[in-house]
């Protein structure tokens, strides 16, 4: 049984955190690409990463996205010594 990708994000998404599948130029492969959506403009979807680089996705290589709920806030871990944590 195959997959039954969706694309579910349209351009009125721009500024939203998506994620994305699409197809690779190595065939059958595909890639997921996470992140913001900054740009969707002659074609081509740009989504900025959580590390700040851009991914450029070809409209044509789409092969399901959708809107995903904001990554959550990261703890603050180590920053406390053990007798701060305990308390005291």
């Known amino acids: ?14 500024g939203r955190r998506v994620t ?31 590390d700040g680089s851009l991914a450029r996705i070809p409209e044509s290589d789409l092969l399901a996205a959708r809107v995903v709920p904001d990554a959550p806030r990261r703890r ?5 010594d053990p007798e701060q944590r305990r308390g005291r």
């Open 20 to 50: 994305v599948r699409a197809r690779t130029h190595a065939h059958p492969s595909a890639t997921d690409t996470v992140g913001m959506l900054r740009a969707w403009e002659g074609g081509t979807l740009a989504v900025e990463r959580r």
């Open 76 to 80: 603050r871990t180590g920053s406390l």
């Open 1 to 14: 049984m195959r997959p039954r990708y969706e694309v579910r994000i349209s351009r009125d998404d721009v």
